[in-house]
């Protein structure tokens, strides 16, 4: 498969490569003459990827068993939070639970990882069996406020 390269300069590269914080994942360029598509799905939010209505109530319980399900599908299960904060909590959730979760990530190794990233979305990236998740979508999305409650009125007869 054809790869696209990027080129950095010397000091520039030694800098990337060092960051331990910095995720590579090859670039795969598909042309049209090559008459193949590499399937990748995008989840936006937390109802692209849970939305039987049972899993909206009970969300930590939803991703409690979509993590074992992942974990026999994918090769890589990588969760991305804003903070090292959202990490702590996220493994603290999942620390009583037979799901064996590692702060560090490595590109070589089966399983699941949290990592800090600034990603607002998730992949399954099926070229590689690999399932990216941002904490934006891990939780579904707090319901909508009334802004004028005092107009709402309720009529039980």
Known sequence: ??????????????????????LFFPYLHTEKKY??????????TYEDIFWKP???????????EKIL?????????????????????????FSSEQIKIKDKYNL????????????????ALSWDNLLILS???LLPSKSVKIKNLKALKITIS
């Open 1 to 22: 498969m054809p790869y696209i390269y990027i080129f950095f300069q010397s000091a520039e590269l030694k800098n990337v490569l060092t960051n331990e914080n910095k």
């Open 35 to 44: 008459d193949f598509k590499l399937r990748e799905e995008k989840f936006s």
């Open 54 to 64: 049972e899993e909206k109530i009970r969300p930590i319980k939803a991703l409690k």
């Open 69 to 93: 399900q992942w974990s026999n599908e994918y090769r890589q299960i990588i969760f991305s939070f804003k903070s090292e904060s959202a990490i702590k909590k996220f493994l603290k959730i």
């Open 108 to 123: 070589d190794e089966k399983g699941i990882f949290v990592v800090k990233s600034n990603i607002k979305s998730g992949y």
């Open 135 to 137: 904490e934006n979508i």
